[in-house]
């Protein structure tokens, strides 16, 4: 059985919610005062408090149904992330992202998005694609879907079809909204019903997975 479920977090909770992205950094320290810095992780991994968006006791039930389906951190799943969704500040476009230049052979090209320009470039893999939202350009000509190019929205990369693979220095590029793949991060989801009438918070965190 597929250790990831391809379903959506509750989108009206997610939206509300709290996270961001966690890097691992190791810094040692010498007796001159100078340090050294290594980063330990390639990519960050974001981590999320659902509990932020829940405001009712429908929206804590629906959590823990959730939660029950998945069966606490055994499953992972779709998470939104209102801060960052998409390929672009605005609405996506084809010309948003570079994924790489064509060969002449190359048929398929991974899904990622680049933060940062001018010092450290980071490109981060998109593998959980919004179906549908995959828009692609190939040398700055649009691409279309199902007649030029799949996108597998599983995994985030994208196939040209046989007659229409890039040519040598053609650069792909493509605009898309996408998900995170997370798991719950606790097997024990511990609600006080008493102190969530008053107002608490329930703590409900989630962390990126690799899927």
Known sequence: MASFHEILFPLDIALKSAGGPERRTEIIAFGSG????NARWAHSRRRYDAGYGVKTLAALQEVVAFFEERRGQLYGFRWRDRLDHSSAIDTPTPLDQMLGAGDGAQAQFQLTKTYGSSYAPYARPVEKPVPGSVRVAVAGVGATVNTDFTCDAATG????????????GAAVTAGFLFDVPVRFDTDYLEVDLSAFAAGAIPKIPLVEIKP
Do not use: C, S
């Not at 100078?34 to 810095?37: D, I, M, P, T």
């Not at 196939?159 to 040598?168: C, D, R």
């Open 34 to 37: 100078r340090e050294q810095r």
């Open 157 to 168: 990369l994208v196939t040209f079809l046989p007659g229409h693979i890039p040519a040598a």
